[in-house]
Structure formats: structure tokens, C-alpha cells
């Protein structure tokens, strides 16, 4: 982590395993984020093939895979005492992702369409997450495998006068495979434990859309489009570890959605938008079905009963160009999120606590239990101050509230802080440099979500002792030489100044400085 800023970032002391006992242990450089290493390999091959100018087939294969890796912010929670750290271990097993796509396009003068495209892909993930507690001779293990398939049918651009459409259908079905293990790591004895989701489940999705552009005027476009989700979900719970109050959820939900909005240009150098829309979003396995620690003390429990939720969406934006010299943008933004899935208090079988993975926990289940809004507002410019050098900036505030379990509103948990950045570009023929700053404001006390305040250790503390999320900045530059036509050579410097800071809501503190080369042959 970078070297200017908050203390409480620190990694002052680890867990370490010696002859056999679980230790803790200083550390010799608070600055390493101890563990936090892993490897990963990515593997692709695309094949294409044009048999002539109206068809065209693409096949694409991919492979991804990582180590074992740890996950940081559980392994600097501290225990109920805080004079120590709740766990010994706690890290993903290897992320392995495969995906096989085919896609088909035809492109031509059809009676129905002018391009028509088809996407099928099969996929698979397998994870695995792993934690033990400090001197407990227990690692409780889960693992998925999650297949997924799925089927889009794309028709492009048919237009009739000045209408343009587009249409098309998707389908889409995931089946879960999960399992949980215990295993003693001194006996080695292993034996099957809560899982975490309800193994074998299955969640599928068909939707099909029809999106339009209406040029009513040569200065003055309508944009509207429908879409309409049908959304399955069949789920068996196994009673073996915990006695849920029930055995099976099958969730049956659809909604038709649906966007609407104009863009005008009242002068070729002035241009106003205005869009409304609908969001509609089903509850899916990871909602319903999943049993886990989601902070200190508390335990998430499945909730079968869970109804979609819906938002509703107004964007309103201004573009102005002078001249080609300086070009400002802007936009207000307002969403209201109907029946809005959060994680509250619960009762599993009237009791407020039960014993999760060896620790008495409070009970916790996402519930549809509140309605939130967020709004912001968008400024963006950009100068060109000659052929070589210009300028550009943006800024996004964002706010959003959402209803306690009393209709009294309270921080929420997902909106960001301020951001901006500032770029000063210089480019020619062969050489680009972007010389530029990020910013991140702050998240007081007092605006920050319930949830969060739980997590204080991932948070710096205020004058007051209170947990808060600082504002913080960094200094960068990128640029790139094109040596020859196939040859490029990139250069970048992160975090300059050598910040040591935290994106809010993050667990685990960003790199100090940093140096990037690379080179790059295209042929």
C-alpha cells in the first residue's frame, strides 16, 4: 500500500501457523498486505470464418484460472474482543472459467431484418471458498460448479421509412451444484457440512425485446423499446444441518419493462436528451438460497418468499459544442427502487441467533423490505487547446437513501462518493501522454449505511473514534510510442504521490506507486 495516509490501513500484525498452533504474528512491514498474492492464466482462441460477404461464423473458446487466494478483508476482522483477529484462514479456492460461444451472422436485405444474429454459449464456474477460525482446528469448506447456457437471437436495423427496429429473444439457464465440507486439519478427517447454496437448483430466464428509433425530424430522434423477463427458479433445501421451515422454493416472476426518451438538437452545436425507463429484477439463487457469514457476528439464511424488485428511471442531459474549442456536458439523474432486496434482521424458527460454523450469530435474510432512491448529477468537459494538447474533466455526485425497518430513511449501502478526474493530454503522430488525477470524496459518519458501520475495520476512524471512508486522490500518467507500424511501446506511473488509501467499501488498500511497461506487436 502506498505510503501517505491513514494508519488504521496498516497491517500490523498476521496470522501464522507454527508447530501447529496458530500464532499472531508482527509485521515487519505494516505496508505489505499480508497475504494478498496469487497467479492467474488466461487462455483464448477465436477461429472466424466468411464463406462470402453476407455470412460470417465466429467461434470463440476461453479459459481462465487462478490460484488459491486469499481473501483479505476476513483476515484483518478482528475478534469479539478486538485484542486479536477472528480468522486463522480464510481464502477462494482456484476460480476456474470456461466459455464456448458460436455465433452466426447473416447480413443482408431480409423481409424481416436486415442483419439477423445468433449467440449460443455454454459455460462453467468452479469456486470454492474456504475459512477456518484463529487456533480452531476446523477449516469449513464450500465449493459450486455452475453450469450455464445460453441462446440469443439478435434482428438488426429493419427499417420502415424513417423507423428503425430491433428485436430479439434471449434464453438463459444456470444449474447450481454445491456442497459444504468440515475438515480437521490435524486428524485430516473430513465430513459433509452446511453447503451454500441448495445444491442442484436451477434458475432460467427467456426475454425478448423490441427497441426502435424514430427519426421524426432531421435535428429531433425518438428512442423507445419493450422488454419482457420471465424468470424460473426451483430450489430444494437440505434440512440435514439446519431445520429451515421449508423444503423447496419455486419462483415464478415476469414484468414487462420498457424505455422511452427524445434526443434534440435545436442547433447543430447544441443537443438535449431526456430518457425515462423501467428496471424490473427477479431474485435469483444467490437471493434466496444462500447461507453465509456476511459480517462479524451475523449469518445470512435462506428466504424462499422473496418478490422481485422494480426501479423506475429519469435521465435528463445537455451536450454544447463551441466551436470545436471547448465541449461542457451534463446530466440529472433520479432512480426510485421499488420493494428493493436488502439484508435485515430475521427469525429462523422464531430465534434471533443461531450457531454458524462453531460461533453464535445473528440472523440476517435479503427480504424485500424497503424502498431507496438514488440521484446525482453529471458534468463533463473537454478543451482543445491546440492541435497537440487538450483537456478533459468529469464529475459525478451521487446521493441515495433507502427505508429502516421503522420508514425512517437511512444512508445507502451501494451509492458511491463523489469522483472526478482531470486529464491534461498531449499527443502527435507517434507519441500520446495522459498526465491525470483521480479523486474520491468522502463518506462521513454519519452517511454511512448501517451494513458498513458493522465493518468498522475496513474503515479509517474520525476524530470521534467513528469509522468513516476518507477522501483521497492520485496522480498518474500513461502514455504510449508508436515505435513502427506493428510495434507500440506503453509507459505508465500510478499513484505518483504515493497515496495509501481505501475505495470505500473496499477491504483491502490500493497499491503505492506503481510502474507499468509494456510492448505490443500487431500483425
Excluded at 478526474?421 to 479523486?439: G, P, S
Amino acid at each position: 500500500m502506498g505510503q501517505h495516509g491513514p494508519d488504521s490501513y496498516l497491517r500490523n500484525e498476521y496470522v501464522k501457523r507454527l508447530n501447529g498452533t496458530d500464532v499472531l504474528v508482527e509485521n515487519e512491514n505494516p505496508r505489505i498486505q499480508i497475504p494478498t498474492g496469487y497467479d492467474q492464466i488466461n487462455l483464448m482462441q477465436k477461429i472466424s470464418h466468411r464463406p462470402n460477404n453476407n455470412w460470417s461464423y465466429d467461434l470463440g473458446l476461453f479459459f481462465s484460472s487462478t490460484s488459491d487466494y486469499s481473501r483479505y478483508d476476513r483476515l484483518i476482522r478482528p475478534n469479539s474482543s478486538e485484542t486479536g483477529l477472528r480468522s486463522a484462514e480464510w481464502f477462494y479456492g482456484p476460480q476456474k472459467w470456461f466459455m464456448g460461444n458460436m455465433q452466426i451472422y447473416n447480413k443482408g436485405r431480409g423481409r424481416f431484418y436486415d442483419g439477423l444474429r445468433i449467440t449460443t454459449a455454454f459455460q462453467n464456474f468452479k469456486e470454492s471458498r474456504n475459512d477456518r477460525q484463529f487456533q480452531d482446528s476446523i477449516r469449513y469448506t464450500t465449493k459450486e460448479n455452475i453450469d450455464a447456457l445460453s441462446l440469443n437471437v439478435d434482428f438488426e436495423n429493419k427499417k420502415i421509412g424513417n423507423l428503425r427496429l430491433y428485436y430479439g429473444a434471449e434464453y438463459i439457464f444456470n444449474k447450481v451444484g454445491s456442497e459444504g465440507l468440515q475438515t480437521n486439519i490435524e486428524t485430516g478427517f473430513v465430513e459433509a457440512a452446511q453447503s451454500r447454496y441448495p445444491d442442484g437448483s436451477t434458475w432460467q430466464t427467456l426475454a425478448a425485446y423490441v427497441s426502435s428509433e424514430l427519426k421524426a425530424k432531421p435535428n429531433f430522434t425518438w428512442l423507445a423499446g419493450i422488454r419482457y423477463s420471465h424468470v424460473w427458479i426451483n430450489a430444494d433445501f437440505d434440512t440435514t444441518f439446519y431445520p429451515f421451515p421449508f423444503d423447496n422454493s419455486d419462483l415464478n416472476n415476469g414484468a414487462l419493462t420498457g424505455n422511452i426518451g427524445f434526443s434534440w438538437f435545436p442547433k447543430a452545436d447544441l443537443q438535449f436528451t431526456l430518457n425515462g425507463a423501467t428496471g424490473f429484477r427477479a431474485p435469483n439463487i444467490d437471493d434466496i438460497g444462500k447461507v453465509f457469514d456476511s459480517e462479524p457476528g451475523s449469518v445470512v439464511v435462506p428466504n424462499p418468499y422473496l418478490k422481485p424488485e422494480y426501479a423506475y428511471n429519469a435521465e435528463f442531459g445537455v451536450h454544447k459544442n463551441f466551436k470545436d474549442k471547448v465541449v461542457l456536458k451534463g446530466a440529472a439523474y433520479y432512480t426510485y427502487l421499488v420493494d428493493a432486496l436488502v439484508r435485515r434482521d430475521y427469525l429462523f424458527n422464531g430465534e434471533e441467533e443461531i450457531i454458524y460454523n462453531g460461533e453464535l450469530s445473528n440472523v440476517q435474510a435479503i427480504q424485500n423490505a424497503s424502498n431507496a432512491y438514488v440521484y446525482g448529477f453529471e458534468f463533463g468537459l473537454e478543451a482543445f487547446l491546440s492541435d497537440n494538447f487538450s483537456i478533459v474533466s468529469n464529475l459525478t455526485l451521487t446521493e441515495g437513501t433507502e427505508e429502516d425497518e421503522n420508514g425512517n430513511d437511512t444512508p445507502a449501502r451501494h451509492v458511491p462518493p463523489t469522483f472526478a478526474d482531470f486529464h491534461l493530454i498531449w499527443r502527435n503522430q507517434r507519441l500520446k501522454t495522459d498526465l491525470f488525477l483521480n479523486y474520491n470524496g468522502q463518506i462521513s459518519f454519519n452517511d454511512l449505511a448501517i451494513s458498513e458501520i458493522n465493518k468498522s475495520y475496513i474503515y479509517a476512524k474520525d476524530a470521534d473514534g467513528n469509522p468513516y471512508s476518507p477522501s483521497w486522490y492520485t496522480l498518474n500518467l500513461r502514455s504510449q510510442y508508436q515505435i513502427s507500424n506493428p510495434f507500440k511501446l506503453t509507459f505508465a506511473i500510478e499513484n505518483i504521490t504515493n497515496q495509501r488509501y481505501r475505495s470505500y467499501s473496499s477491504g483491502i488498500a490500493a497499491s503505492g506507486i506503481n510502474f507499468i511497461l509494456g510492448l505490443s506487436f500487431r500483425f
